[in-house]
């Protein structure tokens, strides 16, 4: 699929809020290719498409789970986890994305995942910088990201924080990110 192509369905599909995200997230993580030497028009494709499931409806996400033979587990989370997965299925039967790097890269989005590829770190970690961002703490990221180049760090920080805000709320932790978090706390020195 074409950039240009790309970006036309996604702004089709999403509100403009969200597409101005996604194509700041594409931005992003085109640069961080060209920094950590990964392919930067894969980079650009991910990044574009990578919340277009973003507000699908939940029934119609766990139909989906199940016809696609998606981990069931998913089937206990919402949208928040689920739209990374759904949306790598979607672009791969609706638009014949076919490149497993930029699948992966959208399906683990939402919960990260241990050994990560280079194209899935870099979206999971694009999403959480990207210029709009302004959550606490965003900064020590990219600092980790641009002066300190350590992608593996930035995953298991974006990573920490995550879990801790879905503690504070009493929610339960999907395996992958708990994956995650033990993966890069291992790898990220
Ligand atoms: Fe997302
Ligand atoms: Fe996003």
């Given amino acids: 699929m074409k950039r240009k192509e790309a970006l036309k369905v996604a702004a089709e599909k999403l509100p403009k809020k969200r597409f101005k995200h996604c194509q700041r997230v594409a931005e992003t993580a085109e640069e961080m290719a060209e920094m950590f030497n990964a392919d930067s028009s894969k980079a650009y494709l991910a990044g574009v498409l990578h919340d277009y499931s973003k507000y699908d409806d939940l029934a119609k996400m766990y139909q989906t789970v199940s016809s696609e033979g998606l981990d069931p587990e998913l089937l206990e989370y919402k949208s928040e986890v689920l739209h990374g997965p759904i949306a790598a299925v979607k672009v791969k039967n609706k638009f014949g994305v076919s490149d497993i790097d930029v699948l992966k890269a959208i399906s683990n989005h939402t919960s990260g995942a241990k050994q990560m590829g280079i194209l899935e770190k870099i979206i999971f970690v694009a999403d959480y910088i990207e210029p709009e961002r302004s959550q606490p703490g965003v900064d020590d990221i990219r600092t980790i990201v641009y002066e300190e180049k350590n992608l593996d ?13 879905l503690l504070n709320k009493d929610q339960t932790i999907y395996h992958k990110t708990l994956e995650c978090l033990n993966y890069y706390n291992m790898a990220k020195e």
């Fill in 153 to 165: 760090k930035a995953v298991y920080a974006i990573t920490k924080r995550n879990i801790q805000h």
